[in-house]
């Protein structure tokens, strides 16, 4: 079935630097991919939205410019978390859109990614 | 806007049955996904319906009806290993077909 790979799955920084998170579709072509954050016993928070080709779509309230990101390919979208601070730790997932009716019509997230910032 | 809801939390037996409730209020709809998430991972996918009626998958089956806004999960003949978060999700294609999920429920197995 179809797979989706994030990494890293945990990455410790320092505070004020750049931290970037890279999330492939293995076996098919995600023209849209999903960003999301999530806290410890919270549902997931969607980040943004990003399109192959094009600019990614943030949600109300989620910064641009600190949290980039970036759809070059079909196959993989990253997330750059800048100049990060402590209150950026979080468990970031990606998901990526399968499509049609042999994938079951179905989205896959990716593996997670902690990111702890000291 | 958009509101999913579902019970926080639900207990119970190793053996059991138990029926997690899903109810959605959304512009549009296009599928409610099920996800089981176990502490600290990622959501890995249960269900889809687009349909009216009752997806069976082995232990788990899902159930729909759009003109009540309703879904629920089933789960059957309990194991531990099912102790997990089960997040209901409606796609909504007037929101970019993006996923909105509900708060989440966490069940707990026992015994």
């Known amino acids: 079935g179809a797979v989706v790979s994030q990494h890293p799955s945990r990455v410790i920084c320092k505070s004020g630097t750049s931290v970037k998170i890279e999330c492939r579709s293995l076996?098919?072509?995600?023209?849209?991919m999903f960003w999301y954050r999530q806290f410890p016993k919270q549902s997931l928070m969607l980040m943004a939205t990003s399109n192959e080709g094009s600019k990614a779509t943030y949600e109300q309230g989620v910064e641009k410019d600190k949290f980039l990101i970036n759809h070059a390919s079909l196959t993989l979208s990253t997330l750059t978390v800048t100049s990060a601070h402590p209150e950026d730790s979080s468990f970031y997932i990606c998901s990526a859109y399968a499509g049609g009716a042999d994938s079951g019509n179905t989205i896959y997230f990716g593996e997670g990614s902690w990111l702890t910032v000291v | 806007g958009q509101n999913i809801d579902q019970p926080t939390e639900m207990t119970a037996t190793e053996g059991a049955i138990v029926q997690i409730n899903c109810t959605y209020q959304?512009?549009?709809?296009?599928?409610l996904f099920w996800y089981q998430q176990h502490a600290g991972e990622a959501p890995t996918f249960l269900s889809y319906?687009?349909?009216?009626g009752l997806e069976e998958k082995g232990r788990f089956s899902s159930f729909l009806s759009r003109s009540k806004g309703y879904s629920y999960l089933l789960l059957k003949e309990l194991q531990m290993k099912d102790s997990a978060s089960y997040l209901c999700a409606v796609r909504d294609p007037a929101a970019g077909n993006k996923l909105t999920f509900g708060g989440g429920t966490r069940v707990l197995v026992k015994p």
């Open positions: 319906n687009v349909l009216d």
């Open positions: 076996d098919f072509q995600a023209t849209t």
């Open positions: 959304t512009s549009g709809f296009n599928g």
